[in-house]
């Protein structure tokens, strides 16, 4: 699909076709075709929680405060940001020497600057600039393979950290709902602003 077509198609699903199952090739695709979303020192620092079973789809419609696009869906996918962004800091740097992004001199200086210590809400922060990134990434590659998708925001974060067993030093970025959108029970999209109004030329 053209790109301009596939963001004016794209849209928040809230009416998902009950009991379809999204092939795990699918899910893999949409996550592979993610890997190439672009990251502060191509760290990558996202990770994927793929949810298809019924039952732990309706577990986390609860933690989602019982929206019924939640767990009417085919799968959720919760979209982590890891931040120890230096947590593979050598391995890195090693892809950065093998294909010409800095000499073995230089690498000292660049682990000094992903790995060095950063406060707790700076490490939140990079974690999650970098996994929304990911994130649109997604959204697109299920829209283009024909699912739509809904970007929950809703959701009690402690319930579903400890559901799901995410440790500490990662930072949920998004649960996204995704299945097939069961036609003419959406509303008209709601209308975005002007491009005029959004757009300062130089500065503000």
């Not at 559901?163 to 930072?171: C, H, Q, T, V």
């Amino acid at each position: 699909m053209e790109f301009s077509e596939l963001i004016k198609k794209r849209r928040a699903c809230h009416h998902f076709v009950p009991n379809q199952v999204i092939p795990d090739e699918d899910l893999k695709k949409m996550v592979e075709e993610t890997r190439l979303t672009p990251s502060g020192y191509n760290a990558q620092p996202w990770e994927f929680i793929i949810i298809r079973e019924k039952k732990n789809i309706e577990k986390v419609g609860e933690i989602a405060f019982k929206q019924p696009h939640v767990s009417s869906a085919s799968a959720l996918i919760v979209v982590l940001g890891d931040m120890n962004i230096g947590r593979n800091v050598d391995s890195l740097l090693q892809d950065w020497v093998k294909h010409g992004y800095c000499t073995e001199e230089e690498i000292p200086v660049y682990k000094n600057s992903i790995a060095k210590v950063r406060s707790p809400e700076k490490r939140r922060q990079m974690a999650l600039r970098n996994a929304m990134l990911a994130c649109m990434t997604l959204i697109y590659s299920a829209e283009n393979m024909g699912y739509a998708t809904c970007p929950i925001m809703g959701f009690s974060q402690w319930k579903l950290e400890e559901a799901l067993n995410i440790p500490e030093d990662r930072a949920i970025a998004l649960l996204l709902a995704i299945g097939t959108e069961e036609k003419g029970k959406e509303n008209e999209r709601l209308p975005r602003k002007d491009t005029q109004d959004m757009i300062y030329w130089e500065k503000m």
